[in-house]
């Protein structure tokens, strides 16, 4: 099964450019908590509600910060085209819960995530492995509750 088949198509995106008070906005308005940055279609990074914590407000940035200030650039992502497979090693070879998928020519066409290939490609049997790997704290990380 190939990623294009479990993805979230035309996901919400928001430009480098965009104020954090207004990403703030937009990510409760849509219960999103992860969104791809994009400058035009061309994925330049992803940026969290935990970026805008880590990076943002405990850097002391101002609500006017721009999102490029604070995304992670380079973000792990798949190709519509891969196996879902592919998707489940890049989640767990990053720790992450959502990537970006790009089409042939690198432009964004969709989101998928964890929850995706437990819902819709139905594997539970590999879900257990995955969200292990993605929940183990990054080296250097504390997660301290």
């Given amino acids: 099964m190939?990623?294009?088949?479990?993805m979230t198509?035309?996901?919400?995106?928001?430009?480098?450019d965009c104020?954090?008070?207004d990403l703030a906005?937009?990510?409760?308005?849509?219960?999103?908590?992860a969104l791809p940055v994009c400058d035009?279609?061309?994925?330049v990074g992803m940026v969290t509600d935990r970026d805008i914590v880590v990076r943002g407000v405990a850097m002391d940035k101002s609500a006017d910060t721009a999102v490029r200030?604070?995304?992670?650039?380079?973000?792990?992502?798949v190709?519509?085209?891969d196996e879902i497979e592919e998707a489940e090693r890049q989640m767990a070879r990053h720790h992450v819960r959502r990537l970006p998928v790009l089409n042939k020519d690198q432009r964004l066409v969709g989101m998928?995530?964890?929850?995706?290939?437990?819902?819709?490609?139905?594997?539970a049997e590999t879900t257990q492995q995955v969200v292990e790997e993605v929940s183990k704290p990054t080296p250097g990380e504390s997660r301290r509750m």
């Fill in 2 to 6: 190939q990623v294009r088949e479990i």
């Fill in 9 to 16: 198509p035309s996901p919400t995106i928001v430009p480098p």
């Fill in 19 to 21: 104020s954090l008070k």
């Fill in 25 to 33: 906005a937009k990510m409760r308005d849509q219960d999103i908590g």
């Fill in 40 to 43: 035009g279609d061309r994925l």
């Fill in 69 to 77: 200030d604070v995304m992670s650039a380079g973000s792990a992502c």
């Fill in 79 to 81: 190709h519509e085209d």
């Fill in 112 to 123: 998928v995530s964890l929850a995706d290939l437990v819902e819709k490609a139905g594997f």
